[in-house]
């Protein structure tokens, strides 16, 4: 008896072993560190002889240069990412479902009107289609170019890790958008985080993003003229100014982080807990008993701001991805499904 156990086991382990062999060691369907090594060859140039010579292109280090280009240009680039970041993989996981172009697409959601930053991921797809084409997914983009667009914002403090291997789907439809408004209650906005396998604490960490970006006088403005609103008065006053009452400034832009707007950093967290939050849902996480010790903790331990808000950001980026041919495809342009 004992020997047929162990024999079985012995088959077992066998096979395993076959199975993994032939997979050449990997684990395919799942995410991982560096899933592009070895995977983009590039056959530009030409060698002493005339010859084409083929070189081992570092993804990684293509993105990470093409974002520095454009930030340069545009300092508000991360806040664009990370909001594109959290539109996409929330809806349909993170497949760039968020970028395919159409009538009725998720582009067209009301929530994603002001979403910026697609032409910047189409311009650094196109880059490395020149280089090695049909490698690298449109999804993979999106969080790699966020992580190195946050990593400039944060003067390199915080550089989160981000496993690749995504594929682009092919599904985007506006009606499947459902994504938290600004009057969120914290519990609904808690539950809504559930549903993507992120906890409580990892909403507020995320929610910390709004420590850059711009909002504007509609998304807040009811908040003004209400008198329990918990808001600092020479805050109320100015944003008073901003967004009269009779709504003509409702395009009116406003910093999310009267802090540190342009940096990546846990100043949000000090705003909200000195009742300098702008949107209700910032406000509502100092003011809720189910998030205040979390801020507070977060506002206290600056220093591990960076590595908690990193680790959060790779998590959202794992939401629902999609792994295998049968899920998701290569785009060769990011706004089109390929053979459409
Ligand atoms: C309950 C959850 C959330 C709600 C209700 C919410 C709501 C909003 C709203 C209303 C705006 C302003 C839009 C405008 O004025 O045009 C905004 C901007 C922004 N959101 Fe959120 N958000 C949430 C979570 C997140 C998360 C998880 C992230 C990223 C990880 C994020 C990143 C941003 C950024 C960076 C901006 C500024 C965008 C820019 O300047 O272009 N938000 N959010």
Redesign the pocket.
């Known amino acids: 008896m004992e020997m047929c156990r162990g024999k079985s086991l012995v088959i077992a382990v066998a096979l395993s072993c076959l199975v993994l062999l032939s997979l050449g060691g990997q684990c395919y369907g799942q995410l991982q560190q560096g899933f592009y090594r070895g995977k983009c060859i590039s056959n530009n140039d030409l060698d002493f002889f005339g010859r084409t010579s083929f070189k081992e292109e570092d993804v990684e280090k293509i993105v990470e240069q093409e974002v520095s280009r454009e930030f340069f240009n545009d300092p ?1 680039l ?3 990412l ?2 594109l ?2 539109h996409d993989c929330f809806v349909e996981g993170c497949d760039a479902s968020i970028l395919l172009d159409g009538t009725g697409s998720e582009k067209e959601a009301g929530a994603n ?4 930053g697609y032409d910047v991921i189409e311009r650094i797809k196109k880059v490395l289609e020149r280089i090695c084409p049909g490698v690298v997914s449109c999804a993979d983009i999106i969080a790699l170019a966020t992580r190195d667009a946050v990593a400039l914002a944060s003067r390199e403090k915080l550089r989160s890790p981000v496993k690749t291997g995504r594929k682009d789907g092919f599904v985007s439809l506006a009606s499947n958008v459902d ?4 009057t ?1 209650s914290v519990s609904q ?1 808690i539950d ?2 559930k549903l993507k396998g992120l906890s409580e604490t990892e ?1 507020v960490l ?2 910390g ?2 420590t ?5 006088c ?2 807040f403005q009811d908040r003004l003229y209400r008198a329990d609103e918990p808001m600092d008065a020479d805050l109320r006053r100015a944003l008073q100014a901003r967004c009269p009452q009779d709504g003509s400034g409702s395009n009116n ?1 406003v910093a ?1 982080d009267q802090g540190t707007p342009m940096a990546v950093d846990k100043s949000y967290f000090d705003q909200i807990s000195t009742k300098r939050g702008i ?1 209700q ?1 910032d406000q509502d996480l100092f003011t809720s008993g189910l998030t205040n010790k979390t801020v507070i903790e977060i506002a206290a331990k600056g220093f591990d701001f960076a590595v908690r808000f990193g680790q959060a ?1 790779a998590k ?1 980026g794992e939401v629902g991805v999609k792994t295998t041919e049968d899920q998701g495809e290569i785009r060769t342009t990011c706004g089109r499904v390929n053979f459409s």
């Open positions: 508000k991360a806040a664009a990370l909001r970041l959290f009107q002001s979403v910026r994504l938290p408004s600004s969120i906005s809504k985080f909403m995320l929610l993003a709004h850059v970006g711009m909002t504007h509609g998304f832009p999310l949107l849902i950001m959202l």
